[in-house]
């Protein structure tokens, strides 16, 4: 079946098989093809779970040492998964950490003990460098918001969600407009999860976005990755979002009105 609808995935399927990956490789594989999995905290977590099964089947070889070839078959792993889809930022740097790790293995531990190892290792970089990290976001954007703001977001950002939801948790009175746009209209999937919650919801398309920004109060918008000289990574139409709300702040400054707040988050 997978071979009629997907031929080029069944050509990753047989040589990562032949490379020895665990059927776990393959499955995410096809879930980022297919878009079962998107979003770059749900990619990360997910390659990095798959990379804990990697390690549970794993056996080091005759003659060799396992911080070495496992580090060879987890590059070649991640050429897989990178032709699936392109790594994101936060996947190479829980690559780089999760690598990095392996090297440091000691040569004297037992193979039991430097899987248990890895495996705790991965553990703590999605505690600490994923969900506290979102958690410190969260906690931190909420003090931003006020009771009668109208909230504005584009697309379906999982740490926004969070902030909207704990917001809301809160007690907070404000109203949330949802941008969106293709190809995967992600704010249709955002929607409902926050209606489901009883939060007030406005759904627009991004080409309804200067017509809104004039209502709105707060806008946060998410991010994949920001980067050392402090620009912002993030899906494509966060930077119209994000200059229609920069030039309407400029014209509220010289009119001498309240200022609109905007908020990038960093993911990993």
Request: proline share 3%; glycine share 6%.
């Amino acid at each position: 079946m997978i071979s009629r609808v997907f031929p080029f995935l069944y050509i990753l399927y047989a040589q990562s098989r032949r490379f020895g990956a665990s059927y776990a490789l393959p499955d995410l594989m096809w879930q980022y093809l297919s878009g079962d999995i998107c979003g770059g905290k749900a990619r990360c977590i997910a390659m990095l779970k798959a990379f804990q099964e990697v390690i549970q089947e794993y056996s080091t070889p005759l003659e060799k040492t396992l911080s070495r070839d496992l580090t060879a078959k987890i590059s070649i792993y991640v050429n897989f998964l990178n032709e699936c889809r392109p790594i994101s930022v936060s996947m190479g740097n829980a690559i780089r950490f999760f690598k990095n790790r392996i090297a440091e293995l000691p040569l004297t531990m037992s193979e039991s003990e430097a899987k248990a190892a890895l495996h705790s290792y991965i553990d703590q970089f999605i505690g600490e460098k994923i969900m506290m990290a979102d958690k410190v976001i969260v906690n931190h954007a909420v003090t931003k918001i006020r009771d009668g703001d109208v909230l504005l977001t584009y697309g379906s950002s999982s740490a926004v969600e969070m902030l909207i939801l704990h917001a809301h948790e809160l007690r907070k009175k404000f109203r949330v407009v949802v941008v969106d746009s293709r190809p995967k209209l992600e704010g249709q999937h955002l929607l409902p999860r926050l209606v489901r919650e009883g939060i007030s919801c406005t759904y627009t398309n991004i080409n309804a976005n200067s017509y809104i920004m004039h209502e709105v109060t707060r806008v946060f918008l998410g991010a994949s990755a920001v980067l050392s000289n402090g620009t912002v990574y993030s899906r494509v139409g966060t930077a119209c979002v994000a200059m229609v709300a920069h030039a309407l702040l400029f014209w509220l400054l010289t009119h001498g009105k309240s200022a609109l707040a905007c908020l990038s988050e960093q993911i990993v």
